[in-house]
């Protein structure tokens, strides 16, 4: 399959080695000026969790870049990995570029499709949630690659679901297809944006995990935003990663507590997916006051989300008000 990765962030970069390692083209469309610094290729230090595969990979991904796009260039299918507040900006651009070619969206959503839908057609995209992260150190992306969940809004199952599902199968990569995509990444936002204040608050995950009182304020924080998400008519009874956080006795909290500690140390996917936690500022702002002001307007009290606010604010002072 021909294969259009917008950008080269570390999402990308990571499906296009995967993609690449099996036999598909691939072609990163980087800004104008940024082809001449990829001519070396990528450095990967790479946790892969695929059957069948080399668990530790450390080599070279050769990747192929452009800085223009046509609609010559005949691709079947673009992947974005693209934060989920500039997704439009980027389909205004690269849409009129690519014909007839399908998309996978590899990142989240919280305000819905209405914009999305304008740009490009419900049959012609798929959304992706990435069991996979990392972080570039000393010019090496140190990362992992487990899964990806998928599916398209409205529980439809058009051609282009069954060509990502193909796409997947034939790298060897797990794909669990959702009918409620919405659903399911809704509550992923509210367990990274609840968990992000914490993690602010402590500046490191080291010590969010020696700090026991602010671990269970991390705890309380997600299920507050899992409220909202609840209140925007989510069924989290449907979803087993909410329900540790969705307990309340004291023992409930203990055991919780002790099992993302046991996580964040001893879960390499884990901890690698969450390498990148705090490098972008206006990500982590936006997650934050999405979560506290649709609470707000659905009348969920969210005392622990609001108290992290000065830590917000001083974290967004780094870079400019949010």
Excluded at 116 to 127: E, G, H, N, T, W
Excluded at 266 to 295: I, P, W
Aim: with cysteine; proline share 4%.
């Amino acid at each position: 399959m021909k294969i259009l990765v917008v950008g080269a962030g570390i999402i990308g970069d990571i499906f296009g080695w995967v993609f690449t390692e099996a036999g598909h083209e691939v072609v990163h469309l980087v800004r104008p000026g940024r082809a001449a610094q990829f001519a070396n290729g990528i450095r990967i230090d790479m946790y892969d969790k695929r059957k069948g595969h080399k668990k530790d990979f450390v080599g070279l991904y050769a990747i192929r870049v452009t800085e223009t796009v046509s609609l010559a260039d005949g691709f079947e299918l673009v992947i974005a990995p693209t934060k989920h507040y500039r997704l439009a900006e980027t389909l205004k651009q690269i849409v009129p570029l690519t014909g007839d070619a399908d998309y996978l969206l590899l990142t989240q959503n919280w305000a819905g499709t209405r914009d999305i839908d304008a740009l490009l057609p419900p049959p012609r995209y798929v959304y992706g949630d990435a069991k996979a992260g990392g972080a570039f150190e000393e010019d090496v992306l140190v990362a992992t690659i487990s899964s990806l969940d998928i599916g398209q809004v409205g529980g439809k199952r058009d051609e282009v679901l069954g060509k990502v599902v193909a796409l997947c199968e034939s790298t060897d990569l797990p794909v669990a297809v959702h009918d409620q995509i919405l659903h399911y990444l809704w509550v992923q936002y509210a367990v990274t944006g609840g968990l992000w204040p914490a993690l602010v608050r402590a500046g490191s995950f080291q010590e969010v995990l020696r700090n026991r009182h602010l671990g269970k304020q991390a705890l309380r924080a997600v299920r507050e935003c899992l409220e909202v998400v609840a209140r925007r008519g989510v069924d989290l009874k449907k979803y087993p990663e909410a329900r540790m956080y969705l307990r309340t006795s004291p023992v409930a909290i203990g055991i919780a507590t002790l099992a993302i500690k046991l996580m964040f140390r001893f879960n390499k996917v884990v901890r690698r997916s969450s390498l990148h936690a705090l490098n972008d500022l206006e990500e982590v702002q936006v997650f934050y006051y999405d979560l506290l002001n649709t609470g707000q307007d659905l009348g969920v009290a969210m005392p622990v989300m609001s108290s992290f606010e000065p830590d917000i604010r001083r974290f967004a002072g780094k870079k400019g008000k949010p």
